[in-house]
């Protein structure tokens, strides 16, 4: 779906350590976000992008950093990883405007464990 | 904040049985969006709706925009076993400043007995 790419798919990792996943895409799309799933509340906003270097928080930034350098990476960190991140986290970009809107396309997903 | 609440959280349904699933919003939204997501997939957008008591179908799914934009339905008829999943409708507001904010309910989870 629109060239999306998360990586790595599945991780494993101690408290306290950093982690940083990724977001690759390939039609230059200026809109990227990062969303975290989990069991009884949906999906929540982290961090999303509206261009190079151009960045804001969600609605659950707390504990997470972004970066986008380049139009087609958008990496999400957790700075300290704690077991409250463990969670399955899903890369979308936005396709379209107005009448062309064609929704949110999502990655295949990252689920991120934390022990 | 914004609120999108969806009910029921869970469905189960008989096979070629219909049923409907509500979205509602504590304010008024420029558009509202449908998901569906596959066990163990990620979730795929289905439709948007976007002017007031708008109504839109795909085959079996009738999807509707409430008149007051804050509320949304989605009504499945002759339910089938493809159908099985997690629905989430997602309610875009315009923020004061101007920007565009997706709000994503819970989520309903349909399983179908065949």
């Known amino acids: 779906d629109a060239g999306i790419t998360q990586s790595p798919r599945h991780k494993v990792t101690e408290t306290g350590t950093p982690v940083t996943l990724r977001c690759h895409q390939t039609e230059n799309h200026r809109y990227m976000y990062w969303y975290r799933q989990d069991p009884g509340h949906g999906l929540r906003l982290i961090h999303y992008s509206y261009g190079v270097k151009d960045t804001d928080k969600g609605e659950v930034s707390d504990g997470y950093s972004v970066s986008r350098s380049k139009t087609e990476d958008f990496l999400l960190t957790l700075e300290s990883a704690t077991s409250s991140q463990t969670s399955v986290y899903f890369c979308?970009?936005?396709?379209?405007?107005?009448?062309?809107?064609?929704?949110?396309?999502f990655g295949s997903g990252t689920r991120l464990t934390v022990v | 904040g914004q609120q999108v609440m969806q009910i029921p959280q869970y469905q189960h349904v008989q096979e070629g049985e219909d049923f409907t699933t509500y979205c509602n919003s504590s304010?008024?939204?420029?558009?509202i969006q449908w998901y569906k997501q596959r066990p163990g997939g990620h979730p795929v957008f289905l439709i948007q709706l976007v002017k007031s008591g708008e109504v839109k179908k795909q085959k079996r799914l009738t999807f509707q925009f409430g008149e007051a934009k804050k509320n949304s339905s989605l009504h499945i008829t002759a339910t089938q076993t493809t159908d099985v999943g997690t629905y989430f409708c997602?309610?875009?507001?315009?923020?004061?400043?101007?920007?565009?904010?997706?709000?994503f309910g819970k989520g309903m989870k349909l399983t179908v007995n065949p």
């Open positions: 979308a970009i936005s396709e379209g405007t107005g009448e062309y809107w064609r929704g949110y396309t």
């Open positions: 997602a309610g875009m507001r315009i923020t004061q400043g101007g920007s565009e904010k997706l709000v």
């Open positions: 304010t008024t939204l420029s558009n």
